[in-house]
């Protein structure tokens, strides 16, 4: 009860100190627009006739007051594919990346915390998953249970655990020696609660700069799954399948690939400024 | 110390043998004959039946594996299915160019990163900061392919000051691959030079050193950086992998005659032994730079220097 | 303890930069070949762009395209194709059949190997025998019971059974002749042909750099003064990015450039000093279904697809319009090809009375199995076609080794695949249409009809060419009747040089010879 009452003011402490920093506001509002955007993107341009629907005589056109962002090599409008597309490629973004910053973070934080024969077996065992090339591992995963778009996620995601567990192994052994730790572990709290109360706050931001970057990466592995077959399947629009089918119209249209590139510094623009604020509000140091 | 070294260069054999192991069943499990993928569609069934036979795939794959390993002990990384030519021969005369592109890939994003990620930090919410910010996104969101094709068309095509592809053209020939496969890195490695510098500058000792008043520069360069290359270290170690690993697409754009496409070209065609050479290669290098990190962690910081006994 | 970690450090980094060098001057060492601007003005090494790299020197190792650019032209054959597809002797000075199984030999006196050995009967027996237990190529010489070595020049061939694909045969990049003494003196000292080639082809070798480029130098002793090279050297340059390789063409870092890329090609022919060359290639591409499962069993459904599916849109789709639609089933420059087909229009609307005809009034859904980029486009532009019948088409993409594997085994509702037909029409409609080959012997579609495989049969053995011509014929006519495949479209060969390169002679089969290029 009374535990649960101090994470609710906790949290609405960190929201009133976010809620001051603009930037991080400025990229919590572009997120959300995109996510409205991705919600009505029905309501806004019609998949059938606008996303899938082909007009192999007006290819390959630059933008214009009809076509926002020109067309494709179908001759279908970009603007309504990318919008469509994010429904796919935010979501495969977010999801990727929390599936390695979960498995690789707790790996990497026990790791980093228990140090010696824990952290030589863990780390070593993430050595093995490094060396594996992350497109043989999607290939196989896809290979053996389909290209649906959560299997499409989960390659995407496992390939990414070893740098989680590295980054949050070196960020949690770079503070595990201080002094509130010390404090914790006298007052008998238990190894997760230091890890995970103590620990882990406190050396967020190299976790929050890899997880933001990383979504971009993450869209990004797509398109090159997509090069090889995997991936999501035509018709449906998605960014890194849209960036790398307009490779080969690189010099003739290259908004082809502009576009969805856009689309995708914006949304990494907007994690970016809002995990920079989320790091500076859950800063315990700088608590007034 | 030294015993640390050789224990953790020890703990190679375990990875290697988990790597091989892993990737070889992966092989197997996935879909595909590599016989048929190496002759191709037009190729009767009978010669594939004779090269299956040939290659030893028709043995269950607990044997091939323990023939793979056998010859493994004897330092022998078997033959590509392939072309038939020895695997140690195929990587040996590519992974050099590989590993020329990364090293001078990181050479050019760890220059400019710290540098521009310390300044970054010392001055948050400033113009400085938020342009880097903006390039950095761009880099990161920047495809490889994207990039190089676009400094090939600038300065290849229209400037000639630099030729469009191959490595024979000694450093002319690196000038646009470094920048192409750099530039994703460095802007991983600013962001976090940046972010770490800020943690660090919060802290109690920097203001402590602050108020006795030791000047900007010496807290900034003494003090602060040390203690926040905890992070930086391990992402340059994890972007070296990924150099090593991910210039697939920037070998292929620049014709570079490294291990990235002839790696991509083994996963495809099925050759388990082209791949599995190239994976234990990369195993070792990933391991050896790992370590390189772990002893830095101590270098940089003496607290973790006492586990290393 | 900071001395250790510093002595580790500089030790890994020296080692990189020292293996970083050694690659640096092992790649050093093709910088001797020119670059195109020398070459144009006045040296004769001629430079070309190709997009993948060779897999063997070995003759007898490799089936593909990019391998045999370097080993046709460092080895020899006993027969070459003229432009008009005629066989004509090479190596050999004559042949002639004694009987259905039987053919006498004739070599050419004093053809010189680049060792300076001369070539005899012994050494074809050799090579023949040696491709024969290759099994990359040795499916080729299925025919031959026996090689008997009559005297230096003369030589006979013994077939298990009549066959008209012998000759053909013969001219495959793998039918090469090596030196058998060099070869075998080779592998005694337990070294392989590819570390060191040989042969007697217009060419000597002279390096390969994997994954770069190869190298080739005129041989001076070359037994046939009008094939001869006319310049001194062929430099391959490997390009597998599309883009760049059109660059490296208009920067003049190549002469020619031989897979132009179909999004290229509109530019190529609009740059100065380039020109870009067209020639037909036997390539057809299709899509087809699985004609033993439902509803694809039907032939008003397969006849439907045809009628329904706009190939236009799928070769400007697949391949920027670089095609030629196909109706047939066999490509235009291939030998065995023959107007014959039943030709379906874009018809949407008899598409439609056809499917409720067959029972399927209100459409249906199956799945496509594609591999590779092209034929995905391609995919997705059927898929907008077939959605005006009412017909749901699913894509899956997968890579080449899964698809051969599914669709080997069945799987499929409907595929699309291409092939590219070779000097032999056997080689095409055998494994293409015959039931032997249903499955992953080539024959997707599971078409099975026993008056086609007899066809093929007769038409493999008959020694009438006209009796052959018919049954060709005959075969085609009835595979488009039955519908067995929508043809979508042919690429065009297409090779791009600089203006002042000649000739180049293009082969509809990809077996360029590049001999001739000079400035």
Redesign the interface.
């Known amino acids: 009860m009374n535990t649960s009452v101090k994470k609710r003011s906790m949290a609405a402490e960190v929201w009133q100190r976010l809620c001051r920093n603009k ?1 991080a506001m400025l990229g919590l509002g572009i997120l959300v627009i995109m996510i409205l955007g991705a919600i009505f993107a029905d309501v806004i341009a019609d998949y059938d006739t606008m996303v ?3 007009d ?1 005589k007006n ?1 390959l056109q630059g933008p214009s007051a009809e076509h926002w962002f020109g067309t494709d ?2 001759g279908r409008d970009i603007f309504a594919r990318i919008l469509h597309g994010s429904r796919v490629s935010l979501v495969v973004g977010l999801i990727s990346v929390s599936v390695s910053l979960i498995i690789g973070g707790s790996l990497g934080a026990f790791a980093g915390f228990y ?2 024969r824990v952290d ?1 077996v863990i ?3 993430m ?2 998953f ?8 999607a ?2 995963i896809v ?2 249970l389909g ?1 649906d778009l959560i299997y499409v996620m989960l390659a995407i995601g496992v390939s990414g655990v070893p ?1 989680y567990a ?2 949050v192994r ?2 949690v ?2 503070v595990k ?1 201080q002094e509130f730790v010390e404090s914790a572990r006298a007052i008998g709290a238990s190894s997760p609660t230091i890890i995970f109360r103590e620990i882990l706050p406190n ?1 967020m ?2 976790i ?3 997880a933001t ?1 990383s979504v ?2 993450a869209i ?1 592995s797509t ?2 799954l997509s ?4 991936g999501v ?3 449906a629009p998605e960014w890194g399948a849209m ?3 307009g ?6 249209a290259m908004h082809i ?1 502009l576009f969805p ?1 856009l689309a ?2 914006i949304t ?2 907007a994690l ?1 400024l809002l995990g ?1 604020g989320l ?1 500076d509000a859950l ?1 315990p ?2 608590k007034q | 110390m030294h015993k640390y070294v050789i224990k953790r260069l020890l703990m190679l054999i375990p990875v290697i043998l988990g790597v091989s192991f892993l990737v070889f069943f992966i092989m197997s499990l996935s879909p595909g004959d590599p016989a048929r993928t190496i002759l191709g569609e037009n190729a009767p069934q009978e010669s594939v039946d004779a090269l299956r036979d040939e290659l030893g795939l028709n043995d269950p794959v607990v044997v091939q594996y323990a023939r793979y390993m056998g010859d493994l002990l004897h330092g022998d990384l078997g033959e590509s299915y392939k072309s038939g030519r020895p695997v140690f021969g195929e990587i040996a005369s590519r992974f050099p160019a590989t590993l020329k592109l990364a090293f001078w890939g990181m050479v050019f994003a760890v220059v400019l990163s710290i540098p521009i990620g310390i300044i970054s930090a010392t001055k948050q919410y400033s113009i400085t900061d938020s342009i880097s910010m903006v390039f950095a996104l761009l880099g990161v969101a920047t495809p490889n392919f994207w990039l190089g094709l676009m400094l090939i068309i600038a300065f290849s095509l229209h400037l000639r000051w630099f030729p469009s592809g191959g490595a024979d053209a000694g450093w002319k020939s690196l000038v646009l691959p470094v920048i192409t496969l750099g530039t994703g890195c460095m802007a991983n490695i600013t962001r976090t030079t940046r972010s770490s510098m800020l943690e660090v500058i919060r802290q109690d000792y920097i203001r402590t050193a602050k108020a006795k008043g030791v000047s900007h520069n010496k807290v900034i360069n003494r003090h602060a950086l040390k203690n926040a290359l905890i992070p930086v270290v391990t992402v340059i170690g994890l972007q070296f992998g990924s150099l090593l690993g991910g210039a697939v697409l920037t070998e292929a754009v620049f014709a570079w005659p490294g291990i990235g496409t002839f790696l991509v070209n083994s996963i495809k065609a099925k050759d388990t032994p082209a791949v599995l050479g190239c994976v234990i290669v990369f195993s070792i290098c990933f391991s050896i730079v790992n370590l390189c990190v772990d002893l830095l962690y101590a270098y940089i910081d003496p607290r973790i220097k006492s586990k290393y006994k | 303890m900071k001395k250790l970690v510093s002595v580790l450090l500089a030790g890994v980094m020296c080692a990189s930069l020292l293996t970083a060098c050694g690659g640096s001057s092992d790649n050093g060492s093709t910088g001797g070949a020119s670059a195109g601007n020398e070459a144009a003005a006045g040296s004769s090494v001629i430079t070309l762009g190709c997009s993948t790299d060779l897999t063997s020197l070995d003759p007898h190792n490799h089936n593909d395209t990019a391998s045999a650019y370097a080993t046709r032209h460092i080895y020899n054959n006993l027969v070459k194709l003229t432009a008009d597809n005629e066989f004509v002797p090479n190596l050999a000075e004559s042949w002639e059949f004694a009987d259905d199984t039987t053919v006498n030999f004739t070599l050419k006196d004093g053809v010189k190997f680049h060792n300076g050995e001369t070539l005899k009967a012994e050494d074809v027996k050799f090579s023949l025998e040696r491709q024969m237990q290759s099994p990359k190529v040795g499916h080729l010489l299925y025919m031959i019971e026996s090689i008997d070595v009559v005297d230096n020049l003369h030589f006979t061939i013994k077939m298990n059974t009549p066959s008209n694909a012998l000759i053909s045969s013969l001219f495959h990049s793998g039918s090469a002749i090596l030196c058998k003494s060099y070869t075998e003196g080779l592998e005694a000292e337990g070294k392989t042909l590819e570390s060191a080639p040989m042969g007697c082809g217009p060419y000597k070798f002279v390096e390969w750099v994997p994954g770069a480029s190869f190298t080739l130098e005129k041989f001076d002793d070359y037994f046939d003064a009008e094939t001869a090279a006319k310049n001194d050297g062929l430099v391959f340059k490997i390009i597998s990015e599309e883009a760049a390789r059109t660059i490296a063409l208009e920067n003049g870092e190549i002469d020619m450039l031989v897979n132009v890329g179909t999004s290229d090609a509109q530019r190529l022919r609009e740059t100065k000093g380039i020109v870009l060359e067209e020639y037909p290639y036997t390539n057809v591409e299709y899509f087809c279904g699985n004609t033993q499962k439902a509803p694809f069993d039907n032939v008003l459904v397969r006849q439907a697809m045809n009628y329904a599916i706009n190939k236009e849109d799928c070769a400007i789709a697949a391949q920027n319009g670089e095609a030629n639609i196909a109706d047939n089933y066999i490509g235009e420059g291939a030998i065995g090809y023959y107007d014959t087909v039943v030709k379906y229009e874009y018809n949407p609307e008899k598409a439609k009375e056809l499917l409720a005809e067959a029972g399927y009034a209100n459409g249906f859904t199956f799945t496509v199995y594609v591999a590779g980029d092209a034929r995905a486009r391609s995919a997705t532009a059927i898929q907008a076609s077939l959605a005006n019948i009412g017909v749901t088409m699913n894509i899956e993409q997968m890579e080449a080794s899964t698809f051969y594997e599914k669709t080997g085994n069945g799987e499929h509702d409907a595929c699309m695949a291409g092939w590219v037909a070779n000097a032999e029409p056997d080689n095409t409609y055998r494994p293409l249409f015959t039931s032997e080959k249903a499955g992953p012997g080539g024959n997707r579609s599971f078409y099975m009809n026993p008056e086609v495989d007899a066809l093929v049969d007769d038409a493999a053995i008959n020694p009438d060419p006209a009796k052959v011509q018919e049954d060709y014929e005959t075969i085609l006519k009835t595979l488009s009747e039955d519908a067995v495949w929508v043809p979508l479209y042919s690429q065009k060969g297409l090779v791009a040089r600089n203006e002042n390169l000649q000739g180049l002679h293009n082969s509809s089969i990809g077996m360029h010879d590049f001999y001739d290029l000079h400035y």
């Open positions: 930037m899938v629907a082909q192999m290819r090599e179908f140090g010696g030589n780390m070593r065992i050595d093995i490094l060396a594996v090339p992350s497109i043989l591992l290939m196989t290979a053996a290209t740098t590295r980054i070196a960020a052994m770079s020696d050396c931001a190299p929050i700069v890899q970057l971009a990466g990004l398109a090159s090069f090889i077959g995997l399947q035509p018709p960036l790398s089918s490779r080969s119209y690189l010099r003739d690939t590139g995708i510094v990494i623009l970016n920079d790091r800063d140091r700088l």
